[in-house]
Protein backbone atom coordinates (compact mmCIF):
# COMPACT_ATOMS: atom_id res chain seq x y z
CA UNK A 1 0.00 0.00 0.00
CA UNK A 2 2.43 2.70 0.96
CA UNK A 3 4.78 1.41 -1.66
CA UNK A 4 1.70 2.56 -4.29
CA UNK A 5 1.75 5.22 -2.67
CA UNK A 6 5.13 6.15 -2.91
CA UNK A 7 5.10 5.32 -6.88
CA UNK A 8 1.88 7.12 -7.58
CA UNK A 9 3.52 10.14 -5.45
CA UNK A 10 6.90 9.81 -7.60
CA UNK A 11 5.36 9.73 -10.93
CA UNK A 12 3.35 13.43 -9.73
CA UNK A 13 6.16 14.67 -9.24
CA UNK A 14 8.22 13.82 -12.10
CA UNK A 15 4.80 15.00 -14.47
CA UNK A 16 5.44 18.46 -12.28
CA UNK A 17 9.03 18.40 -12.73
CA UNK A 18 8.87 18.13 -16.51
CA UNK A 19 6.50 21.13 -16.27
CA UNK A 20 8.71 23.53 -14.80
CA UNK A 21 10.85 23.91 -17.90
CA UNK A 22 7.79 24.96 -19.80
CA UNK A 23 6.87 27.73 -17.49
CA UNK A 24 10.41 28.81 -16.93
CA UNK A 25 10.26 29.27 -20.38
CA UNK A 26 7.00 30.86 -20.88
CA UNK A 27 7.67 33.29 -18.16
CA UNK A 28 11.33 33.90 -20.10
CA UNK A 29 9.07 34.73 -23.47
CA UNK A 30 7.01 37.16 -21.62
CA UNK A 31 10.15 38.85 -20.50
CA UNK A 32 12.50 38.88 -23.40
CA UNK A 33 13.65 42.16 -24.92
CA UNK A 34 12.07 43.05 -27.97
CA UNK A 35 13.62 46.04 -30.44
CA UNK A 36 10.85 47.36 -32.04
CA UNK A 37 12.70 50.00 -33.76
CA UNK A 38 13.53 46.88 -36.48
CA UNK A 39 10.04 46.18 -38.67
CA UNK A 40 11.15 42.56 -38.59
CA UNK A 41 11.03 42.21 -35.04
CA UNK A 42 7.56 43.57 -34.73
CA UNK A 43 5.95 40.93 -36.89
CA UNK A 44 7.48 38.18 -35.08
CA UNK A 45 6.03 39.26 -32.04
CA UNK A 46 3.01 40.15 -33.43
CA UNK A 47 3.34 36.25 -34.66
CA UNK A 48 4.31 35.15 -31.69
CA UNK A 49 1.48 37.03 -29.77
CA UNK A 50 -1.22 35.06 -31.94
CA UNK A 51 -2.13 37.84 -35.13
CA UNK A 52 -1.13 37.60 -38.50
CA UNK A 53 1.38 39.95 -39.70
CA UNK A 54 2.71 41.00 -43.00
CA UNK A 55 6.11 43.42 -43.32
CA UNK A 56 5.20 45.98 -46.49
CA UNK A 57 6.66 49.43 -47.68
CA UNK A 58 4.51 51.65 -49.29
CA UNK A 59 4.73 53.62 -52.32
CA UNK A 60 7.70 56.03 -50.71
CA UNK A 61 9.81 52.81 -49.56
CA UNK A 62 8.51 52.85 -46.21
CA UNK A 63 8.29 49.85 -44.05
CA UNK A 64 4.58 48.89 -42.46
CA UNK A 65 3.06 46.09 -41.29
CA UNK A 66 -0.47 44.71 -41.98
CA UNK A 67 -2.10 42.82 -39.68
CA UNK A 68 -5.61 42.56 -38.11
CA UNK A 69 -8.22 42.29 -35.33
CA UNK A 70 -11.48 41.77 -34.18
CA UNK A 71 -12.46 40.85 -37.54
CA UNK A 72 -10.95 43.95 -39.64
CA UNK A 73 -7.36 45.01 -40.71
CA UNK A 74 -5.32 47.48 -39.14
CA UNK A 75 -1.84 48.33 -39.94
CA UNK A 76 1.67 49.48 -38.26
CA UNK A 77 3.73 52.66 -39.29
CA UNK A 78 6.52 53.26 -38.82
CA UNK A 79 8.53 57.21 -38.36
CA UNK A 80 11.88 58.21 -38.32
CA UNK A 81 13.14 55.07 -40.09
CA UNK A 82 16.75 54.81 -41.73
CA UNK A 83 15.77 53.05 -44.74
CA UNK A 84 13.74 50.41 -43.07
CA UNK A 85 14.49 49.69 -40.45
CA UNK A 86 15.74 52.02 -37.10
CA UNK A 87 12.78 53.55 -36.92
CA UNK A 88 11.82 56.05 -33.64
CA UNK A 89 8.25 55.39 -33.77
CA UNK A 90 5.70 53.48 -34.72
CA UNK A 91 1.61 53.94 -34.98
CA UNK A 92 -1.14 51.70 -34.93
CA UNK A 93 -3.88 52.90 -37.48
CA UNK A 94 -7.49 51.57 -39.14
CA UNK A 95 -9.88 53.79 -41.24
CA UNK A 96 -13.87 53.47 -41.97
CA UNK A 97 -15.01 54.60 -44.91
CA UNK A 98 -17.18 57.89 -45.47
CA UNK A 99 -21.02 57.52 -43.34
CA UNK A 100 -22.88 61.11 -42.86
CA UNK A 101 -22.18 59.93 -39.56
CA UNK A 102 -18.53 61.00 -39.40
CA UNK A 103 -18.76 64.65 -38.00
CA UNK A 104 -15.90 66.42 -36.32
CA UNK A 105 -18.53 66.62 -33.03
CA UNK A 106 -18.56 62.78 -32.96
CA UNK A 107 -14.61 62.50 -33.03
CA UNK A 108 -14.53 65.60 -30.56
CA UNK A 109 -16.84 62.94 -28.30
CA UNK A 110 -14.58 60.21 -28.49
CA UNK A 111 -11.18 61.95 -27.93
CA UNK A 112 -13.14 63.84 -24.60
CA UNK A 113 -13.51 60.43 -23.15
CA UNK A 114 -10.73 58.02 -24.55
CA UNK A 115 -7.18 58.43 -23.37
CA UNK A 116 -5.34 55.92 -25.87
CA UNK A 117 -6.63 55.48 -29.11
CA UNK A 118 -8.13 58.94 -31.01
CA UNK A 119 -10.12 59.59 -34.07
CA UNK A 120 -10.24 62.18 -36.68
CA UNK A 121 -12.78 63.13 -39.49
CA UNK A 122 -11.05 63.53 -42.65
CA UNK A 123 -11.94 66.48 -45.08
CA UNK A 124 -12.53 63.31 -47.31
CA UNK A 125 -15.53 61.86 -44.70
CA UNK A 126 -13.40 58.65 -43.46
CA UNK A 127 -13.08 57.93 -39.98
CA UNK A 128 -9.25 57.50 -39.37
CA UNK A 129 -8.23 56.19 -35.74
CA UNK A 130 -4.35 55.68 -34.47
CA UNK A 131 -2.39 55.07 -31.19
CA UNK A 132 1.48 56.22 -30.94
CA UNK A 133 4.11 54.56 -29.17
CA UNK A 134 7.82 55.25 -29.18
CA UNK A 135 10.27 52.72 -30.17
CA UNK A 136 13.44 54.24 -28.05
CA UNK A 137 14.85 51.40 -26.09
CA UNK A 138 13.97 48.14 -25.61
CA UNK A 139 10.54 46.78 -24.28
CA UNK A 140 9.59 43.14 -23.25
CA UNK A 141 7.16 40.95 -24.94
CA UNK A 142 4.60 41.33 -22.47
CA UNK A 143 4.62 44.86 -22.65
CA UNK A 144 4.40 44.86 -26.44
CA UNK A 145 1.70 41.92 -25.87
CA UNK A 146 -0.23 44.42 -24.04
CA UNK A 147 0.10 47.29 -26.34
CA UNK A 148 -1.33 45.14 -28.86
CA UNK A 149 -4.35 44.30 -26.75
CA UNK A 150 -4.94 47.93 -25.49
CA UNK A 151 -5.20 48.23 -29.49
CA UNK A 152 -7.34 45.39 -30.62
CA UNK A 153 -10.10 46.44 -26.88
CA UNK A 154 -10.15 50.47 -28.17
CA UNK A 155 -10.83 49.35 -31.24
CA UNK A 156 -13.32 46.98 -30.25
CA UNK A 157 -14.99 50.40 -27.82
CA UNK A 158 -14.72 52.55 -30.82
CA UNK A 159 -16.92 49.80 -32.99
CA UNK A 160 -19.19 49.69 -30.43
CA UNK A 161 -19.60 53.71 -30.02
CA UNK A 162 -20.06 54.00 -33.44
CA UNK A 163 -22.33 51.10 -33.31
CA UNK A 164 -24.53 53.56 -31.00
CA UNK A 165 -24.29 56.57 -32.53
CA UNK A 166 -25.38 54.99 -35.97
CA UNK A 167 -28.52 53.06 -34.01
CA UNK A 168 -29.41 56.46 -32.26
CA UNK A 169 -29.16 58.28 -35.58
CA UNK A 170 -32.08 56.21 -37.12
CA UNK A 171 -34.57 56.19 -34.22
Known amino acids: M ?6 GLTAVLF ?3 ALLPLAARAEENKERLLDLRQPPVVVQALHDAGYKAELKTNK ?6 LSGANGSSFTIEFYGCTGVKDC ?3 QFSSWYKAE ?6 LANEWNRDKRFLKIVVTKEGTLDEWMDFSAIGKTTFA ?11 MDA ?7 EKRAAATK
Open 2 to 7: IRSYLR
Open 15 to 17: AAS
Open 60 to 65: AGEPYV
Open 88 to 90: NSY
Open 100 to 105: PLFTPE
Open 143 to 153: NFADIVDWYQT
Open 157 to 163: DLAKFLD
